[in-house]
């Protein structure tokens, strides 16, 4: 994953979440479900203007449900 794979959707969560992290979660999740770690394939940090900043950082203990890849570069 590199930051040209930053969609719209997570630029704008995190111009929501200034000073936090955004999540790249795998599965169809709503927004009061509960994500299991093994669901978040990783993250990016979002500095205090709610820019996405630096790496993706992968998650270690991601888990790709049976069926899934990763979408194409």
Avoid: C, H
């Avoid at 479900?33 to 394939?41: C, L």
């Avoid at 990016?44 to 570069?73: H, Q, Y």
Wanted: proline share 15%.
């Amino acid at each position: 994953m590199t930051d040209r794979d930053v969609s719209p959707a997570l630029v704008a969560e995190a111009r929501a979440r200034p000073g936090g992290w955004v999540y790249q979660i795998v599965g169809s999740y709503g927004p009061q479900d509960a994500v299991p770690p093994t669901a978040i394939q990783g993250a990016w940090k979002v500095d205090d203007n709610g820019e996405i900043e630096g790496e993706f950082i992968p998650n270690p203990n991601f888990v790709a449900p049976p069926g899934w890849t990763p979408p194409a570069r």
